[in-house]
């Protein structure tokens, strides 16, 4: 039946019979798709939902008129069941970046993709203020309070509950209400694409195009950014994000001003909502439809979400207090310890040799202290080491610590950073000096207690010559 539909659109629109059709890897929706080749290719789309294909084909041609990189539809049947549009080949954004997204690292190609892309967004964005029929859109014509709640309660009923949590509903939804008045606070003409993704954008000939924007609606601008630079499975580091976003402001500065820090404020809740529905989506994907590329998503929205309640929103408690009670269970915090981030830090005496790396990556830094001028060459400081005040007194007053820490510290900052970003989760420091016992104890010491305090990792600290051992908590 859905073969025989498309070869009749397949001829009618090119005259000639289809010589292959190959069925496309499904995505999350119902909707199956199909590459129909002959004298050209074309993609066949079956979706059950007649009045959202009926969205998707209007806008797909209100943009094209507007000179918009959206896949053209070239005809349809009268059901709207079915229809043909271009084929913009096989490379979706996300596997175009797939190097970055595995690594944290993203070269200057993958860089130079994303930027043109959310680049591209205010036009398409803001092709919506002017004639464009927003009571064709599917399934609602705004985003509004409605479907606000609708959402949040998508996240509710299918993901938290699927938890097993306790928490009282009534103040949960006094504090939905509330989220809904804060995003609601902006009127716009604009378009709100919906699902805007990396998965939503193909790649052809270099350049970006739009596709499944067929959920779009009037609506604010931040709800794209916050789908496009928070996706679980992106991966996308803080830098890389706030490069995106100043490009993203850039392109909307020809459309209208942009008040950066009333922006980045309003974005924050947008993000906030956008993970709460994304969990919603994968516990009902995931969890109610078995489909294993949701559930293992789950890890990495909830990650997401556990940085960005490290920011408090006074304007929901009751939602924030339950989140930070979801990110702490055991099903996540788990699978989240197994990707944590250890730092061995250890002062040894050079004539007892260079400890090992007990990880096995035979890596790390190791610092030589012995330049630094010596406390041991005093009598009086014999029986103390670099924890203890006459010595810490003596380092400090000398100076010469202190500078050589700081380089320490930028050095290992930016490691400990990169490190975060790839999931690597072992990283070895080692101060050695003549004894053990007083430079490389400092130096240990302060910059285990520097770590912890700007990176909330574990840190496990050994001096040992002095066979003392120190371990600090990560912060989750």
């Given at each position: 039946m859905i073969i025989d539909e498309l070869k009749k659109l397949y001829y009618s629109n090119t005259g000639s019979r289809a010589k292959e059709i190959t069925e496309l890897p499904s995505s999350g929706s119902n909707r199956r798709y199909f590459r129909l080749t002959g004298v050209k290719s074309l993609i066949g789309v079956n979706g059950t939902s007649p009045e959202e294909n009926a969205a998707f084909i209007y806008m797909s041609g209100y943009f094209r008129r507007k000179d918009l990189p959206v896949p053209e539809v070239y005809c349809h049947t009268d059901d709207k069941l079915f229809y043909l549009q271009e084929d913009l080949g096989?490379?979706?954004?996300?596997?175009?970046?797939?190097?970055?997204?595995?690594?944290?690292?993203?070269?200057?190609?993958?860089?130079?993709?994303?930027r043109k892309t959310i680049a591209l967004l205010p036009s398409i964005q803001m092709a919506g203020t002017s004639g464009f029929d927003f009571t064709c859109c599917y399934p609602q014509p705004e985003f509004n309070q409605r479907s606000v709640l609708w959402d949040l309660n998508y996240f509710k009923y299918c993901f938290l509950k699927a938890t097993g949590m306790d928490f009282q509903e009534d103040r949960l939804e006094d504090d939905f209400r509330q989220m809904s008045e804060v995003l609601l606070e902006d009127s716009s003409g604009a378009f709100l694409y919906r699902d805007f993704q990396s998965r939503n954008v193909m790649i052809k000939d270099g350049e970006p195009w739009f596709i499944d924007f067929q959920g779009?609606?009037?609506?604010?601008?931040?709800?794209?950014?916050?789908?496009?630079?928070?996706?679980?499975?992106?991966?996308?580091?803080?830098d890389?994000?706030?490069?995106?976003?100043?490009?993203?402001?850039?392109?909307?500065?020809?459309?209208?001003?942009?008040d950066e820090v009333f922006f980045l404020n309003r974005l924050r809740h947008f993000v906030l909502f956008r993970i709460l529905q994304v969990l919603g989506a994968y516990g009902f994907r995931g969890y109610f439809e078995k489909k294993p590329h949701f559930i293992q998503s789950?890890?990495?929205?909830?990650?997401?979400?556990?940085?960005?309640?490290?920011?408090?929103?006074?304007?929901?408690?009751?939602?924030?207090?339950?989140?930070r009670r979801l990110t702490k269970l055991k099903q996540f915090s788990d699978d989240i310890q197994k990707r944590m981030l250890e730092v061995k830090i250890v002062s040894f005496a050079y004539k007892k040799g260079i400890p090992n790396d007990p990880a096995g990556n035979g890596g790390g830094f190791v610092f030589d202290c012995r330049a630094i001028n010596n406390p041991g060459k005093y009598e009086r400081y014999n029986h103390f080491t670099g924890s203890d005040e006459p010595v810490i007194r003596f380092l400090e007053e000398d100076g010469e610590i202190t500078s050589f820490l700081e380089h320490v510290y930028a050095m290992v900052d930016a490691s400990v950073k990169r490190y975060l970003d790839r999931g690597f989760t072992n990283l070895i420091v080692c101060f050695?000096?003549?004894g053990g016992q007083h430079r490389s104890v400092y130096s240990a010491q302060h910059l285990a207690e520097h770590l912890h305090s700007k990176f909330g990792i574990k840190i496990h600290l050994t001096h040992r010559e002095q066979n003392m051992e120190q371990t600090f908590d990560a912060t989750l």
């Open positions: 096989d490379t979706l954004l996300f596997d175009a970046i797939e190097k970055g997204r595995r690594s944290c690292v993203f070269d200057e190609n993958e860089r130079r993709l994303l779009g609606r009037r609506g604010p601008i931040y709800y794209d950014i916050a789908s496009f630079l928070w996706q679980a499975k992106a991966k996308f580091t803080e890389l994000r706030n490069e995106l976003l100043s490009e993203y402001m850039r392109a909307l500065r020809r459309y209208q001003p942009v789950v890890p990495y929205a909830i990650e997401n979400l556990r940085q960005l309640l490290k920011t408090d929103y006074p304007e929901y408690p009751y939602l924030c207090d339950i989140l050695g000096c003549t």
